[in-house]
């Protein structure tokens, strides 16, 4: 079955950057839309960046907007998502997914990471 693995997270203080990567283990990667979710304690799961199979195409929440950047390596079957500028409220187990290119949700994540930000 389709795996994804995320890693890069770890604690930063506040300003520094992390960058977190998502291996997936699928034959056509380039078929799908990747994204990445993050959630806090006792919140929802909340939308963070999805990139579009020909990397041309970036979505970002307002949040994170100018912050993170979210990048995709076909030939490796990994995406990825560069932190700048992080914040204590950033502070989430974040979630690699997946969609296919035809598909609304996203039917495949990860066990997620853990991205503590200290002020």
């Known amino acids: 079955q389709v795996q994804l693995v995320e890693s890069g997270g770890g604690l930063v203080q506040a300003g520094g950057s992390l960058r977190l990567s998502c291996a997936a283990s699928?034959?056509?990667?380039?078929?799908?839309?990747m994204g990445w979710f993050r959630q806090a304690p006792g919140k929802e799961r909340e939308f963070v960046a999805a990139?579009?199979?020909?990397?041309?195409?970036?979505y970002y929440a307002d949040s994170v907007k100018g912050r993170f950047t979210i990048s995709r390596d076909n030939a490796k079957n990994t995406v990825y998502l560069q932190m700048n500028s992080l914040k204590p409220e950033d502070t989430a187990v974040y979630y690699c997914?997946?969609?296919?290119?035809?598909?609304?949700?996203?039917?495949?994540w990860g066990q997620g990471t853990q991205v503590t930000v200290s002020p």
């Open positions: 990139i579009t199979w020909s990397a041309t195409n970036t």
């Open positions: 997914a997946m969609r296919t290119v035809a598909g609304k949700e996203y039917d495949y």
């Open positions: 699928v034959r056509t990667f380039s078929n799908y839309v």
